[in-house]
């Protein structure tokens, strides 16, 4: 069947049309997105602009047009860390239900890192023995462990790359002071519940998913995305920290210019950085391999679930 999976993120709306049946990765078939950057659209309260809303049920009704147009049967549409974190959340999904008749559903930061988690299973398969999940979003910090499709552990934490880049950095720039606090504060955070996915013992493969932590490893020397998703992808921890201090002291345009690195994503690479370079030394992981599955695979691969088991 073909599924239209919707995901409003933090940074960007992405539409990904896929063909999909029980026991077969989901084939891609068409992706339409555009950089929202819902976290930048939030007042002094917490809450989601109206310039936000517009945005949001604009995209997502360019994004129904295009499900139509490709024959989507089913659409699978769900919001993450900036529209979770919004004061008026409900408001703003009601509204853009009103406008456009689609209903988004929220997803809780345990049902992400779950979600992933399960997508990252599916990809590496029972051979990879104990999996650590990480994701990092916009908004938030996606953690799993676990032996089986479940975690046995999965937590959200603020740790978005631009969610931190917003809080710590001006204009995209970072003083050494700046880079400094914003290293402590991240590896206290992670650090405060490590000993969740610690105390099960060490994994037998660290995996890492999604844009920031794709864009780091290319930073670092990993293949480009035109060879291809069967590529094996590292990003290597002694690379990562001899990196950071290069794009503390590079402007956005610099930045952007790298391999793998977006204009619109560019404030936030060095944000990113910092936490992945956190993790993999607060959970001892010399380096961690990219999966290209992430959530919107995860949420593609339960839905096929259900569906099998009639639900």
């Not at 992808?233 to 345009?253: E, F, G, N, S, V």
């Not at 060095?270 to 030394?281: K, P, Q, T």
Request: net charge negative; charged share 25%; glycine share 10%.
């Amino acid at each position: 069947m073909r599924l239209g999976v919707l995901d409003i993120g933090s940074n960007t709306g992405h539409l990904l049309v896929v063909d999909a049946h029980r026991g077969a990765a989901p084939l891609p078939a068409y992706s339409f997105k555009q950089p929202l950057r819902l976290a930048e659209h939030l007042d002094a309260t917490g809450a989601v602009s109206e310039g936000g809303i517009d945005a949001l049920a604009g995209f997502t009704a360019e994004a129904l047009g295009v499900a139509e147009d490709k024959g989507v049967a089913e659409m699978l549409a769900f919001a993450t860390s900036a529209v979770r974190d919004a004061t008026n959340s409900d408001d703003v999904l009601a509204e853009v239900e009103r406008r456009t008749g689609q209903v988004i559903e929220v997803l809780s930061g345990e049902d992400e890192a779950r979600l992933t988690f399960l997508a990252v299973r599916r990809w590496f398969g029972w051979s990879a023995g104990r999996l650590s999940v990480f994701d990092i979003g916009g908004g938030s910090l996606e953690i799993a462990g676990g032996a089986d499709e479940s975690p046995d552990v999965a937590w959200s934490l603020p740790l978005g790359a631009a969610r931190l880049a917003r809080q710590h950095f001006v204009a995209g720039r970072a003083d050494e002071a700046a880079v400094r606090e914003l290293r402590r504060v991240v590896r206290a955070e992670i650090a405060h519940d490590a000993g969740r996915l610690l105390r099960s013992g060490r994994a037998d493969h660290a995996a890492a998913t999604s844009k920031t932590f794709r864009s780091l490893a290319r930073v670092c020397g990993a293949a480009p995305s035109a060879e291809g998703p069967l590529v094996p992808r590292q990003l290597p921890l002694d690379t990562l920290t001899d990196w950071i201090p290069k794009l503390a002291a590079m402007d956005p345009a610099d930045i952007a210019a790298l391999p793998g690195v977006s204009v619109s994503r560019s404030h936030q690479v060095l944000a990113g950085a910092l936490v992945a370079e956190a993790v993999m030394d607060i959970f001892d992981l010399p380096a961690l391999e990219i999966c290209p599955w992430a959530l919107r695979e995860g949420v593609i691969l339960e839905r096929l679930d259900r569906i099998a088991a009639g639900l």
